[in-house]
């Protein structure tokens, strides 16, 4: 897989570095996350989608998921936060509402994500190490830990985000594809991931929201070390999807002039 040609348009360079740098990193942040939760339960895979797993993992799981949400908060979500921004500029030539749209559902998707692994960083260790320490309130700490994390999981994450998401990646990259086919394909097919697992979740089908879930997790940080990567590649002059930028300027100054050759013809038959 290699990284697409990224050609220029009337954009800030120095962000535009800054973007494609903060994407690059987010990959390997998103990597440690992953292994970060899965040492945090012994590398037993259903602890993915069983949050009580983690509970009864131990005392030596809290700072381990504690680190993992951190790892999570910044590969997942904040440090693509610049390139979603950068997106929005360099393909409002597709439609100023659409292009806010759905980088609104992208940043909405990072703020959301972000806040609830805030939450369950703060909030699940204390409770892993108070299961582990007082076998006496085990059933009411497990109460407590259920709620935190189906609010999170199922409510914030899961259901919310991953709705969002879906929308924002299928309309990004529906927009890539003209110029940038294969970036385009897998930005929908991670759109289309976020939304089996939104639809999973909400459905209470758990092997569907798995699936889907699953794919994003592989599919978002490659996406965002893609996107990246062309970036960086790209002539000093710009920034992503130029081509496409330019083509579609050159085509609204096209059909302004098509009109005004005919505002003319009418005025002069007139």
Known sequence: MTAPELPAV???????????????????LAAGNLAAMLAAVHF?????????????????????WRWSMVLDIFGYYLLIVPLVLLLRTCL????RG?????????LAYCLIGAIGGAVLAAALPALIRQYAA???????????????????YRGLWNLLEELLAGVGWIGVGAALRLRH????????????????????????????????????LVLAPVWACWLGAGLLRAP???????????????AAREEAATHAAANRAEGHSA
Do not use: K
């Not at 954009?11 to 494609?20: G, L, N, P, Q, T």
């Not at 000093?236 to 050159?250: C, D, Q």
């Open 181 to 216: 086919r294969r970036l385009g394909l897998v930005s929908i097919v991670l759109g289309a991931a976020c939304l089996v697992d939104s639809a999973g979740t909400a459905l209470g089908i758990d092997a569907i929201a798995s699936a889907g879930l699953t794919a994003y």
């Open 98 to 106: 659409w292009a806010d749209l759905f980088s609104f559902c992208l």
């Open 236 to 250: 000093a002059a710009g920034t992503v999807a130029a081509e496409p930028w330019r083509a579609g300027r050159a």
């Open 44 to 64: 037993d895979i259903s602890g993915m989608t069983n949050p009580l797993v983690l509970l009864h993992a131990g005392r030596a799981a809290a700072p381990l």
């Open 10 to 28: 009337a954009c800030d360079r120095s962000f535009a570095r800054v973007a494609a740098i903060a994407a690059i990193v987010s990959a390997p």
């Open 134 to 152: 007082i076998p006496a309130h085990r059933v009411a700490l497990q109460a407590v830990f259920t709620g935190y994390t189906d609010g999170v």
């Open 92 to 95: 409002r030539y597709r439609g």
